[in-house]
């Protein structure tokens, strides 16, 4: 439970980041709740997060900078309601393209479905599909703070205290 849990953070992370790309819309500032799933773990898991503009720029800015090396194309376009975010990036000594669809709306819900393929295959897998659906709930929890996350099972984290600690690359 463990490894799927942490993969699931990761695929959040990772989705989070893209829709906090400059050109991507900003969420509403609040409680969202998200839920991924995968086609390599079984079920969904659901997770609460507490943003603000803030939150979204440290992500923007900490991830941005860290996998801008790595990654050889990283683009944004928008299809009629549509955002599309396609890269290829090296990932652990393979490389990673991916290609995200989101639809909706930043300010209340949006879905994000996310196809990776893997050349060599990372870990044995050489492919991934997941789709994260988000929803604002409304204001965060009293005592919360703006990048904290809450997942049944796992301890609560803070999102902005991570990235403020990520390495940061030259």
Known sequence: MKHSALVVTLLVTAGTAVAATSDMPKRKSGLWEITVSSNSAKGSQTMQQCIDEKTDDVMKNNLAGSEKPSCSKNEFRREGTKLITESVCKVSGTTAT???VFTGQFDSAYKADIKSTYEPPLHGMKESASTMEAK???ACKPGSKPGDISMPG??????????????KRP
């Open 98 to 100: 991916t290609r995200g």
């Open 136 to 138: 604002w709930l409304g």
């Open 154 to 167: 796992m301890p609560n984290i803070n999102m902005n205290d991570m990235m403020k600690n990520m390495p």
